[in-house]
């Protein structure tokens, strides 16, 4: 799998190497549970590019069975497959 997330300057970064997804939306002001020490928050750079308006997702990779990398976004995100299809919008 591989998810697609706007970051800075409007572009579109690609995260991969990871074997299971977990997101939950957050409420407007609501801080995430930081679960491990290399959280990306990139919030701050899709002001310019996305509608505060959009649900914030706190997002989290795993790779065998440990979070691998947690990513605080807002929608849209989407998830591929390994032939770069989206397989979802979250």
């Known amino acids: 799998m591989i998810l697609k997330v706007l970051t800075e300057h409007g572009e579109w970064e690609l995260f991969d190497n990871f074997?299971?997804?977990k997101?939950?939306?957050l409420g407007?002001?609501?801080?995430?549970?930081?679960?491990?020490?290399?959280c990306w928050d990139?919030?701050?750079y899709q002001k310019a590019h996305i509608s505060e308006s959009n649900k914030k997702l706190n997002i989290l990779l795993w790779r065998d069975g440990s979070i691998a990398t947690q990513i605080i976004s807002q929608q849209p995100v989407y998830v591929l497959n390994n032939n770069g299809k989206t397989?979802?919008?979250i």
Request: aromatic share 8%; glycine share 4%; charged share 45%.
């Open 87 to 89: 397989i979802e919008k």
């Open 19 to 21: 074997d299971r997804l």
């Open 23 to 25: 997101y939950n939306e």
């Open 42 to 44: 990139v919030t701050e």
């Open 28 to 38: 407007k002001d609501e801080k995430p549970t930081v679960y491990i020490g290399n």
